[in-house]
């Protein structure tokens, strides 16, 4: 640990830490490691932030898939993972979102109203990490509500 700060100094730092941002237990361990703290101290007080609900990975999943309504499924659950989330709860984290297809919707009715070519919608929108099956599902069904 890092010599000047003693473990109420680190324990006052981490809650205003994680009091101002978010974050995954991952991120907590690296930005504990970066400050050289001894490691049973923090994982000492990883396991207190979590008691007291400061640190939530399944709460971070499910807020991160909540606004980040651009994105398919595919590149939520990416980052999630870069961040250390779980598999179990990056699944939690996403079955209280809207369904791909409607979250497909608006973004498919903007860029066409826009002007924007179908293929670059589809890039795009594999690109923000929707499923093939959702952008054709959605553009498919966009094509008969201009005809109808």
Known sequence: M?????????RGWFLRLL???????QEARQRLGEREVDESVAET???????MGFLDDSAYARLFAE???GWG??????????RGVSEEN???GLE????????????VSSWRKSGLEERKIITRLCRRGFSGRSIRAVCQSQDDDVFD
């Open 67 to 69: 606004s980040h309504t």
């Open 96 to 107: 209280n979102t809207a369904h791909e297809e409607e979250r497909l919707r608006p973004l």
């Open 2 to 10: 890092n010599r000047s700060l003693n473990n109420d100094d680190v």
């Open 45 to 51: 007080l990883i396991a207190e932030a979590q008691e």
């Open 19 to 25: 009091m101002r941002r978010s974050c995954t237990s």
């Open 90 to 92: 990056i699944e939690a």
């Open 73 to 82: 499924n595919k590149r939520i659950v990416f980052e999630l993972g870069r």
